[in-house]
C-alpha cells in the first residue's frame, strides 16, 4: 500500500520556522523525484519546490526561493521541508507528492497544515 505521510506542520510565528517531513512507504522511494505543494485557503495548489530522485537538483517558487530548503533520505524514504523566515502568507496545507515518469506513477499525501499567525 502506497503511503506518503506528511507531519511537522502547526502554528508558528511570523519570521519563524518549521521542518516539514514526508515518510514514504509502498514505493521505491529512490526512483522518484519528490515534491512540495501548498494550498491556501480560496486558492489554488502551488508547487513549493522539487528535488530529483538522487538530491542533487532542486527547485523553488520564487516564493519559496532564500527561505525554503527541500532534502531528502533515500536511506529512510523521507523527504523534508526546512521552512525558514515565514511569513502570514505561507500558511497553507502542504502536500508531498512523488513522481517517476519512467513508471508512471505519481502520488499525492494528505497534507499538514501550517498556519503563520501572530
Known amino acids: 500500500q502506497v503511503q506518503l505521510v506528511e507531519s511537522g506542520g502547526g502554528l508558528v510565528q511570523p519570521g519563524g520556522s518549521l521542518r516539514l517531513s514526508c515518510a514514504a512507504s509502498?514505493?521505491?522511494?529512490?526512483?522518484?523525484?519528490m515534491s512540495w505543494y501548498r494550498q491556501a485557503p480560496g486558492k489554488e495548489r502551488e508547487l513549493v519546490a522539487s528535488?530529483?530522485?538522487?538530491?542533487?537538483?532542486?527547485t523553488f517558487a520564487i516564493s519559496a526561493k532564500g527561505r525554503f530548503t527541500i532534502s531528502r533520505d533515500n536511506a529512510k524514504n523521507t523527504v523534508y521541508l526546512q521552512m525558514n523566515k515565514l511569513k502570514l502568507e505561507d500558511t497553507a496545507v502542504y502536500y508531498c507528492?512523488?513522481?517517476?515518469?519512467?513508471?508512471?506513477?505519481?502520488?499525492w499525501g494528505k497534507g499538514t497544515l501550517v498556519t503563520v499567525s501572530s
Open positions: 509502498g514505493f521505491t522511494f529512490s526512483e522518484y523525484s
Open positions: 507528492y512523488g513522481r517517476s515518469v519512467f513508471y508512471g506513477m505519481d502520488y
Open positions: 528535488i530529483t530522485r538522487g538530491g542533487s537538483n532542486t
